[in-house]
């Protein structure tokens, strides 16, 4: 089935209403920074900030989801009966705003989540929190690429001339 728009939507405000704030990623990331949904997205990917890690995980249990997939302590998969998929990436942040995958040793290197990548973009018409360009595109980087990633990435170029590496072209 995956995820649609309203789907997105209804989840992003489930977790407002427990005080979770998260931000879109990945290929609803990518949408969102363009304004308009351009393809099937299969999964909804967040990032939440780490002291709320159990807390988005209950909420989630709360609402039909099962986790299917951990990867300890920062990245979880879960799925509800409607085949609806949520990934969720848990991030510590330091005092400038810089976060970091709790997978990875927080402050240490590059953050994954520079302080300046968040930013807003829209979904269904409405304003949600989501990662800006320039990581979007890092975040498609590391793992065996596919046709729909170097799509989603050369939007982005074509919209926010950000430039691509050789392998998303």
């Known amino acids: 089935m995956g995820m ?19 931000w879109v990623e990945g290929g609803w990331g990518i949408d969102a920074l363009l304004g308009h949904q351009n393809r099937d997205h299969g999964d909804l990917d967040l990032v939440v900030d780490a002291p709320r890690a159990e807390d988005a995980r209950a909420s989630l249990r709360a609402v039909g989801f099962e986790q ?28 400038y705003g810089d976060r970091w995958n709790l997978n990875r040793a927080v402050g240490r290197g ?16 409405q304003k949600v929190a989501c990662l800006g360009p320039e990581t979007q595109v890092l975040h498609h980087l590391g793992y065996e690429t596919e046709d729909v990633d170097r799509w989603d990435v050369g939007l982005l170029r074509e919209r926010f001339d950000v430039p691509l590496p050789e392998s998303l072209r």
């Open 110 to 125: 590059e953050p994954d989540y520079p302080a300046e990548c968040f930013t807003y973009g829209w979904i269904g018409g």
């Open 68 to 95: 299917i997939f951990d990867d300890a302590p920062g990245r979880y998969s879960f799925m509800d009966g409607r085949e609806r998929a949520v990934d969720l990436c848990f991030a510590a942040a330091d005092r």
């Open 4 to 22: 649609e728009a309203r789907d997105v939507l209804d989840i992003i405000a489930m977790f407002e209403r427990a005080e979770i704030g998260v």
